[in-house]
């Protein structure tokens, strides 16, 4: 009797065990004029939360353990003429998907592009163009600790896996830089080609993959000599940029020759299929053998299959357009 039921226990257990283990991962996206934050089912492609009261959300982090999110704003209040050149000018979001709603505003000089986040959740780094700096959220005070000169607009910023770099790229003056975490002091300029905007590491790190698009390209930088090593040709005005599960495909969208391309890192090959209007917004949905892409100019989402580039679903937003979408797994 004991036996039988330990071993029922234990299938139980096992279930459970495998179903939390294959649970798809949850997309968090910000819906830019829409004014909210949505929560998407990566497993069915559908919404399955709403988060109001985020004016203007662009950029988007989630914390590791997928408590918070940080929202930031594209928009910004005029400052009195006599206010301090770090006076607040706009907001952070500090979201609880788990309650439903925005917990805290966090005030902020200059409206934010993207939002990047250490590994270990500790802090938040925002892009600000109009100022050409980042500035550095703690998450255990809720307080902005640093504000870092970068470069003339400054737009995406990746972390490295070991949370030791930040590489911030400046689309005003083509350059990318690298910035020590431990002291948060820029340490030097790489490359970053005509008006860097979007940015992804290689798998191993050496190199970053940023686009173009003034000049219709994806550049790939040497994180060792801060070179340019090669360009790939993706199309006028590229925009949203990751890479694929195999860890060698990059997925790139060009919102004027309105398509998606999947550039082979190793051959060079570009495949390139039609996808309109204005494909923008762009993330791979780890573990899922998917692409997300949002469009510039209708509120949808579409879901992509990796292998064949079809579309497998559209996803219908509640209005809006999706920005830089966070992955919780």
């Known amino acids: 009797m004991f036996q039988s039921i330990h071993s029922a226990l234990f299938v139980l257990l096992s279930l459970a065990w495998t179903s939390a ?35 203007n959300p662009h950029g988007l982090v989630a914390t590791p353990d997928g408590e918070y999110l940080v929202a930031g704003s594209l928009s910004e209040t005029a400052p009195p003429a006599d206010a301090a050149p770090d006076a607040p000018t706009s907001n952070l ?71 030791q770099r930040a590489y911030v790229s400046n689309s005003g003056d083509g350059t990318i830089t690298e910035i020590a975490l431990d002291s948060w002091k820029p340490l030097r300029t790489l490359e970053g080609g005509a008006s860097p905007e979007h940015m992804v590491f290689s798998v191993d790190e050496q190199t970053i993959y940023v686009t173009n698009p003034r000049v219709g390209k994806v550049a790939a930088v040497s994180v060792d000599n801060g070179k340019i090593s090669h360009t790939y040709d993706i199309g006028p005005d590229t925009h949203g940029l990751d890479i694929g599960d195999d860890g060698k495909t990059l997925f790139v969208s060009s919102k004027k020759a309105e398509t998606l391309s999947a550039v082979n890192i190793e051959s060079g090959t570009i495949r390139s299929v039609p996808l309109a209007p204005a494909p923008y917004h762009l993330n791979t949905i780890a573990g899922t053998g998917t692409v997300y892409v949002s469009s510039r100019n209708k509120p949808v989402i579409w879901v992509i299959d990796q292998q064949s580039l079809n579309v497998i679903k559209t996803i219908d937003l509640p209005g809006g357009e999706g920005h830089q979408m966070a992955i919780v797994k």
């Open 21 to 55: 283990a294959g649970a798809a991962p949850t997309v968090y996206i910000p819906l830019g004029s829409a004014n909210q934050v949505i929560a998407v089912d990566a497993e069915t492609h559908t919404i399955t939360a709403r988060y109001s009261n985020v004016k």
């Open 93 to 163: 979001y500090l979201i609880h998907p788990a309650h439903g709603h925005v917990m805290q505003t966090i005030p902020v000089a200059g409206w934010s592009h993207h939002q990047a986040i250490t590994p270990d959740g500790r802090y938040v780094i925002s892009t600000h163009a109009t100022r050409g700096d980042v500035s550095v959220l703690d998450m255990t005070t809720n307080q902005i600790v640093h504000r870092i000169p970068t470069g003339p607009a400054p737009n995406y910023t990746l972390v490295t896996r070991d949370g």
